[in-house]
């Protein structure tokens, strides 16, 4: 009987985690299929002689990278404290799903006037906000549903996943150029399939987080300081924590944007690589990225959480401007492809746990906007500007600045893990669990 029982909890504990991840792969394949497309549907709705449009799609991307990001860490974070992880999740992936479908059946600017561009930046901040709120929501599910021990493990899916949309959007976008569509094909209604796509992928991650328990981490606490639960009032109460979380990701989401969204375009701007070169590149190093995720996870459930970290820390602040100079360097692609699997090896030190360390640093009632805004907010100011700062610092000659620029950032963060506590031995989900 006691077996038959483990085996229930085991099947429900994986059925969760699947679930919270597909959520958050579709969320996240949705956010990259507007980056990897936009040069396809940019012309259908931004026509180059109207200034107003212009401008309107510069304040739309504007409000979209700064606002909406940590405004949906809030929203979505202080709905998962009060109402719920799953309540939240599920709202998060229809927002974005609704996001893509708007995006998929609005017409041209040629059809109706102004309205095309204002629908597409509605549909586009919609989506910010579902993905602002959902890396601190689905973080908090994960971690909470994971067993004490291997909680480093089961957290780094958070990642998995978040590549793994990027590397979907991708392999589509590959597959209608090189298979299915010809290139005017794409520009005058193809563009419009990754999104149509993408909404049928959020009906079925819909379908499994409805699905999905609560975890035991909210329920034993939702009856208990409902007025407190997931407000700011009671998120300052606790900033050390706060302090840590921006502390933590400063140096590395710099360092993930850097290697991840920005490389393409510096594979073919500084190592003058073909944009063909570049995508493969990028999408070979981003699976193996994406398969290093456990492992580190793993790793990090046996010795800590901390070495990990400081790992990252001390190679990230020694090794970025050596390694970025030998890569702008290179003409070989096998050199290129090795230093770039380099630095996501020393950046997966931190993205493996950036998720379970945020979430063991906040008690129950606060947990999901804890590990929410003050993420969200430091990605929207570092990670959202990384490539705007590597550009203009490339168009001003001094793109070695740049990489001084995320040294810097990441040696920030190596004095927050030094002096921080190893959450896997100092966690508050151990008090959850009392």
């Not at 990642?159 to 959007?169: E, F, H, K, R």
């Not at 050199?335 to 030190?349: D, H, K, T």
């Not at 959202?384 to 070695?400: M, P, S, V």
């Not at 040696?411 to 002096?419: E, R």
């Amino acid at each position: 009987m006691k077996s038959a029982d483990h085996h229930k909890i085991s099947s429900s504990r994986l059925k969760a985690i699947f679930g919270g991840s597909i959520g958050n792969l579709v969320e996240w394949y949705d956010w990259y299929a507007y980056a990897a497309f936009a040069i396809y549907f940019s012309a259908a709705f931004f026509p180059k002689e109207d200034a107003t449009v212009q401008l309107l799609n510069t304040a739309g991307i504007f409000a979209l990278g700064f606002l909406m990001r940590p405004l949906g860490g809030y929203i979505f974070g202080r709905l998962a404290d009060r109402m719920g992880r799953k309540k939240s999740m599920t709202l998060s992936v229809l927002l974005m799903s609704f996001g893509s479908l708007l995006i998929a059946a609005t017409p041209t600017y040629q059809t109706i006037g102004i309205g095309a561009p204002i629908l597409l930046l509605t549909a586009r901040l919609l989506q910010g906000l579902s993905v602002g709120g959902e890396y601190g929501v689905s973080a908090t599910y994960l971690s909470e549903m994971a067993t004490k021990n291997r909680r480093g493990f089961y957290s780094s899916f958070q990642y998995v996943t978040l590549i793994g949309g990027q590397l979907l959007a991708l392999a589509i976008q590959l597959a209608l150029q090189k298979v299915f569509l010809t290139d005017s094909q794409l520009h005058e209604w193809g563009w419009r399939i990754p999104f149509i796509f993408g909404a049928i992928l959020a009906v079925v991650a819909l379908y499994l987080r409805k699905n999905l328990e609560e975890t035991q981490a909210f329920e034993s606490q939702k009856n208990h300081t409902s007025n407190k639960k997931g407000t700011l009032q009671e998120l300052l109460k606790h900033p050390k924590a706060v302090l840590t979380v921006i502390g933590l990701t400063l140096g590395g989401t710099l360092a993930f944007y850097t290697y991840t969204t920005y490389m393409q375009k510096f594979l073919v701007n500084t190592v003058h690589m073909s944009k063909e070169q570049s995508t493969l590149m990028s999408f070979t190093t981003l699976f193996i990225f994406a398969c290093l995720q456990p492992v580190f996870g793993a790793l990090s459930d046996k010795i800590g959480r901390r070495p990990l970290l400081i790992g990252f820390g001390i190679a990230g602040t020694c090794g970025t401007v050596p390694l970025l100079t030998l890569l702008s360097q290179t003409t070989s692609q096998l050199q290129a492809f090795l230093l770039l699997m380099l630095a996501l090896v020393i950046v997966s030190g931190y993205t493996s746990i950036n998720a379970i360390v945020k979430a063991e640093l906040f008690p129950a009632q606060i947990r999901a906007l804890g590990v929410g805004l003050p993420y969200a907010l430091t990605v929207a100011i570092f990670g959202g500007t990384a490539e705007y700062i590597a550009l203009w610092l490339k168009d001003r000659q001094h793109e070695h600045y740049y990489y001084w620029y995320i040294t810097g950032c990441i040696f920030i963060s190596l004095i927050v893990y030094v002096s921080m506590k190893d959450t896997k031995i100092d966690s508050k989900l151990d008090a959850d669990e009392k």
